[in-house]
């Protein structure tokens, strides 16, 4: 059974940073996309950043220039760097993994938190 396990959450001030990490326990199929979405209560999964199987990354604009994706391919592990955290980025962070190609499934963690105040 695919896993994902987030970590790298936590409380921090406004301007501090953290980076998240995502591992994998299983075979992930190529093509796929990861990412990192997040959610506040009463409110829809909003997603942040996604990498894809060759590399490409997409970001939502509220975290343009602050946060990078990056993943790590041998470990099955994708990062979130999160700098200068503003409190509206506090949230539940998930990772997903998506595979879109002819193999087609999705895996989300069960997320972690991320507590930004001012």
């Known amino acids: 059974q695919e896993r994902l396990t987030e970590s790298g959450g936590g409380s921090v001030r406004a301007g501090e940073s953290l980076r998240l990490s995502c591992a994998a326990s299983?075979?992930?199929?190529?093509?796929?996309?990861m990412g990192w979405y997040r959610q506040t209560p009463g409110e829809q999964r909003e997603l942040v950043a996604t990498i894809d199987s060759v590399g490409g990354e997409t970001y939502a604009d509220s975290v343009k220039g602050r946060f990078t994706i990056s993943g790590d391919s041998a470990e099955k592990t994708v990062y979130l760097q999160m700098n200068n955290l503003k409190p509206e980025d506090t949230a539940v962070y998930y990772c997903?993994?998506?595979?879109?190609?002819?193999?087609?499934?999705?895996?989300w963690g069960q997320g972690t938190q991320v507590t930004v105040s001012a």
């Open positions: 299983g075979v992930i199929v190529k093509p796929y996309t």
């Open positions: 997903n993994v998506k595979g879109v190609g002819f193999i087609t499934y999705e895996c």
